[in-house]
């Protein structure tokens, strides 16, 4: 009953397309960790979506989509999302935001900025949203739930947050903050987004009890995350199987599928280790091809080969039982693909992931070569129709992992698809 899609690698997977595949056939669609950091695309009769906070599924005109209580929320960013899906045709009265969710405010933008600036060589290249700030304040107990931001408590908690940081950017001697200015942009903000807050985890509940389907959707990636990233270069959130939990109020027992997504080759965006990064002219090839700039920050994406001691982690830790593998189409355009099986570290072989930095930096990828050249695929609806040289790289990747690639990317567009 409760699905779960998630990415495996470092982000940018192609998370949008397979939860708007797959939430054709569910009755809710629920975010339950970051922010808008995430940016998920969808291309819809050659329209491109890009969603930052609202659940990809909100496109299936069925499904209620969900923020959760793990979600932390910048109201400015949602209203605009809001309003655009309004422009292209769709409604947004099916969407609940949860009163437990977190409020970005413009101190945590400011923030994070700061603190970036701050670590100067050693910054994590944050998307710079205010997302890791705003989860610092909830754990350190002084954020703002949506709860309190349709309150009357609202403008006592802001004047006393202002006054806080304002300490902090004085001491940094960055330029402080007026209260008057946010309270009064932010009040209109709560205005217009108070009839979607509602008690999210009691209505997904009821959902439960009444048998209907639930989707839960993954922002970031496995290696982002808090615990089981490349700490410190990760986000401030559990992506992970265990912020489904945390981030709606759905038991464990409950979750059925859970769908790892990769793309066939991998990426990264900001800071960070990455073993089969290509910072060659293959890289940048990969990069054209794929598109591969940020949905939310348009930044460069780093690029190289798909990492399978990273994805056999991913496995692993979020207990993935099929896989979705997206960008086949891309990787096929290469004369020659590699894949990464294991790691060479101090001489010895390595096939366990481990996020210690040293571990990382100073291990070099073993690769295995395949034939690329696939043709045009994009019109390819089974595995059966696929070029040999593909089915060779899906099945070695299935062995070596031991799970289903149940869905392959074959272009960017809702239809390109193969499902098996
Ligand atoms: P997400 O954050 O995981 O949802 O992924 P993004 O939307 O940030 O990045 C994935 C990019 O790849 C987007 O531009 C998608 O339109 C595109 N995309 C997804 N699947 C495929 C595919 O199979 N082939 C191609 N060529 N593009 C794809
Ligand atoms: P989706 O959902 C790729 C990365 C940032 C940075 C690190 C910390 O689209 O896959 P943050 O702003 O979260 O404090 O930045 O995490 N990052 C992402 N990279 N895709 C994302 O989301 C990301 N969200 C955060 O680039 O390295
Ligand atoms: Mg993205």
Redo the contacts with the bound molecule.
Sequence with gaps: MVDVVL?AFY?????????DYLSKNCDYAVRFSGGNN??????VDGK?F??HLIP?GILNKNVKAILGNGVVIDPKVLIDEINNLKENGYKADNLYISDKAHLILPYHIELDGMLEDIRKERKIGTTKRGIGPCYSDKFERSGIRMEDFISDNFKDYLKTNVENKNIIFKAYGYKELDFNEIYKEYKEYAKILKPYICDTTTMLHKAIKNNENILCEG?Q?TLLDIDFGTYPYVTSSNPTIGGVSTGTGIGAKYINEVYG?I??YSSRVGEGPYVTELKDEIGDKIRE????Y???TKRPRRCGWLDLVALNYAIMLNGITDLA??????IGKLDKIKLCVAYENNGKREEYFNTNLEFLNSSKPIYEEFEGNFGDISKCKSYDELPINAKKYIDRIEQLTNTKIKF??????RE??IIR
């Design positions: 990415g982000g940018d997977e192609g998370k949008g397309k397979i939860i995430a940016g998920h695309s969808i291309e491109k890009a969603f990809s922002a990636a997504v793309k066939a091809l794929g598109h591969e940020g949905t939310t593998m997206n960008h086949l189409d891309t392959i990317g074959t272009g960017p567009g390109d698809i």
